[in-house]
């Protein structure tokens, strides 16, 4: 089984600063991993993910995430946000063997919130 | 291109009544989720199915809830009799293959009175 822990529940800040949002996971095996952001009223939306290759993934809307295998971690980074960029961002993990790699946990999401 | 579509996107019923939440799924995925969010669980998954046929049910809180994949165009998930504590938001998710990128509908916001 993983699981998914997101440090900061929310993080506020301005406009044009660089922001992370850190991600830790825990598996027994190899993972698979990914950033999904939510804005208001809506669902959720792939910003990236780790499947394989290389660990710095960049996303949508200048996001990036870094895979670190030995940290467990995979923290998400914009170096200057917007305030368009203000929503939920979730980090998920499934695991990448077996029959069960459909299977995404969620962490408890981050509200970042970007003020002018 | 059409998204994952849900419906209704608010539904407020009373408690025992039966609920019936609708997913149409995007055309060509094979892969279709539903999952539920509330403040205090997060997201959860309730069902998975592949090609129609439910994979994985583990998430399905009891009996009162079922879920249909009659074909591949049309999901419903069923709730009955409703509690006040399924108030929640489900969300309806496709995927084609496996390439970990869910699309998720706008979701049916459910208020069990």
């Known amino acids: 089984a993983q699981s998914v822990t997101q440090l900061d529940s929310q993080v506020p800040v301005f406009e044009e600063a660089p922001v992370e949002l850190r991600c830790n996971y825990s598996s027994s095996v190899s993972v698979y991993l990914f950033w999904y952001v939510q804005y208001p009223n809506q669902g959720l939306q792939l910003l990236l993910k780790y499947l394989s290759g290389s660990t710095l993934v960049k996303g949508i809307n200048g996001f990036e995430a870094e895979f670190n295998k030995s940290q467990t971690s995979f923290h998400l980074r914009k170096p200057s946000v917007h305030i368009s960029d203000t929503a939920e961002y979730f980090c998920a993990v499934s695991s990448n063997s077996g029959g069960s790699n459909y299977k995404l946990t969620f962490g408890k999401g981050t509200l970042l919130t970007v003020n002018p | 291109d059409a998204g994952v579509i849900q419906s209704p996107r608010h539904e407020v019923t009373e408690m025992g009544q039966e609920v019936t939440l609708r997913c149409k799924p995007i055309?060509?995925?094979?892969?279709l989720f539903w999952y539920r969010q509330t403040m205090m669980r997060g997201l959860e998954l309730l069902i998975y199915f592949n090609n129609n046929v439910p994979i994985d049910d583990s998430g399905m809180p009891e009996d009162r809830f079922s879920a249909k994949m009659p074909n591949a165009s049309f999901s419903t998930l069923k709730i009955q009799p409703s509690e006040p504590r399924d108030s929640a938001v489900y969300f309806c998710a496709s995927m084609l293959g496996y390439t970990g990128e869910l699309f998720f509908g706008e979701g049916s916001r459910l208020t069990v009175l």
């Open positions: 055309s060509g995925h094979n892969s």
